[in-house]
């Protein structure tokens, strides 16, 4: 058999000489050339078998790699879809939910203050304390809440759901500074409501707010307990109260008994807060703005001053706001024991109590029968609306029941209720149409300034 190169020259130089060759060299050249063909068969069959192969194998591995690729995507999206799953998991277990925050400010009521110019205005969530749903206690877990300022009026709070206090800095502009203001969300928002965001209107009162139409009482010594000047009738009055000189710091007081219409902010919040909004007579005088509130418990009267940054006052405050100190404006207190904020004598006519000496048939204006004022200017505290005293700050035998002070409108005369040494008791939840408040701070209030 020739080569395949040589078959091809053997072929090309009989076709040059012309010339006849013999059937069996025929037979040889032809079978010789059917070989290479059937040679160049296989090899073109191999050729082809193994491009097919290459190509099975390039599209397995196509197949292999997209398989991959989705297998990949598949087990990414498991894993976010886990993320989540385990996300949501958290915020069901810790029940949170979400909900902005619209802050209102003022200065009085009815005059609302300019948000953009309390430029350390923060909040902060705190829970109650336990089994006390009327006092904050501590912040709830930095872990559980999120609070953002999202516009300048606006906080955006993801936080667990339920009762919440919310504690508020910064109400002062720039250079004020005062205590910070309480108010309590009686239904934070939880998981079941994140698929949306509600929206709650906070009241919030400025520095200025609280430092309104306050005075500020001295430090110093006073005379506290004992019988008082004139020598009160009734020795169970003063029984559990000797007398005794007590120094207090400085302390801010309300001028007035808290009226309907600085108690209106804070009841616009009722069905936040759950606190109820005073009811009164439709055929009185109790529901004007100058009225003082009434109608509230001794819960409801510390929600409002921690609402005003303020407090309830003490014995010891109440009284000394009452009598005076040993000394006032630099010399003696010429009744330091008085039996009345204005003396030592009775004036019907400067006390809103029982009859019809006073000019009124109820109730009066927070502001009016300014000679009935204290030394120091306090007003109406004798008559008009009994007030709440602050639980931690009672004196005398320990008792479950709180103390108000003052004697009211239909206090009678001869029972000298309208004095400075009666405090009576009352439960806690006790409220009726003759007992209101008045709020007390630390520190210092001036004229033009905050504390």
């Known amino acids: 058999t020739l080569a395949p190169d040589e078959q091809v020259t053997a072929r090309q130089r009989i076709a040059r000489l012309g010339v006849s060759i013999s059937r069996p060299v025929e037979a040889f050249l032809a079978a010789g050339e ?34 991959f690729r989705e297998q990949k995507y ?41 948000i953009g110019e309390l430029p350390e205005l923060s909040l902060g969530l705190f829970a109650a304390r336990s089994r006390d749903v009327d006092h904050p206690g501590a912040p709830l877990p930095v872990d559980l809440v999120s609070v953002a300022r999202t516009r300048v009026d606006t906080f955006s709070v993801d936080a667990p759901g339920g009762l919440t206090f919310v504690r508020i800095d910064g109400r002062g502009r720039r250079s004020e500074r005062c205590s910070v203001s309480w108010i309590r969300i009686q239904s934070l928002p939880g998981y079941a409501e994140r698929i949306r965001t509600p929206q709650i209107e906070l009241q919030v009162p400025t520095c200025r707010a609280s430092a309104a139409d306050a005075i500020t009482i001295p430090e110093g010594e006073f005379i506290y307990g004992g019988p008082g000047e004139p020598v009160a009738k009734f020795p169970e009055y003063y029984r559990d109260e000797p007398e005794e000189i007590v120094r207090l710091d400085r302390f801010g007081i309300d001028r007035t008994e808290v009226s309907n219409a600085w108690f209106a902010p804070f009841a616009a919040m009722s069905r936040t807060t759950d606190y109820a909004v005073p009811r009164y007579p439709a055929d009185g005088v109790s529901a004007l703005p100058s009225s003082p509130v009434a109608a509230i418990d001794a819960y409801e009267a510390e929600a409002y001053c921690r609402f005003m940054g303020k407090r309830l006052p003490s014995d010891h405050e109440w009284t000394k706001a009452a009598r005076g100190g040993l000394t006032l404006n630099g010399a003696a207190n010429p009744h330091p024991r008085r039996l009345y904020p204005w003396g030592v004598q009775l004036l019907q006519s400067c006390v809103n109590m029982a009859g019809d000496k006073d000019g009124f048939d109820w109730v009066a204006p927070v502001d009016a029968m300014r000679c009935g004022a204290s030394p120091y200017g306090v007003l109406h505290m004798a008559g008009n609306v009994a007030e709440w005293i602050a639980a931690e700050g009672q004196t005398g035998p320990a008792t479950l029941l709180r103390i108000i002070r003052g004697g009211a409108v239909n206090s009678p005369p001869e029972l000298e209720h309208t004095t400075t040494v009666v405090r009576n008791q009352r439960e806690a939840r006790h409220f009726d149409f003759t007992t209101g408040v008045r709020c007390v701070t630390d520190g210092d209030i001036e004229k033009g300034s905050t504390w």
């Open 74 to 114: 598949a087990a990414e999206a498991q894993t976010d879809a886990l993320a989540r799953q385990a996300a949501s998991l958290r915020l069901a277990a810790g029940n949170r939910g979400r909900v902005d925050l619209l802050i209102r400010p003022f200065d009085r009521p009815g005059a609302p203050a300019a």
């Open 34 to 67: 059917r070989r290479q063909r059937a040679v160049q068969r296989r090899k073109q069959a191999r050729r082809i078998a193994i491009s097919a192969i290459a190509i099975a194998v390039a599209v397995v591995s196509l197949v292999l790699a997209r398989s």
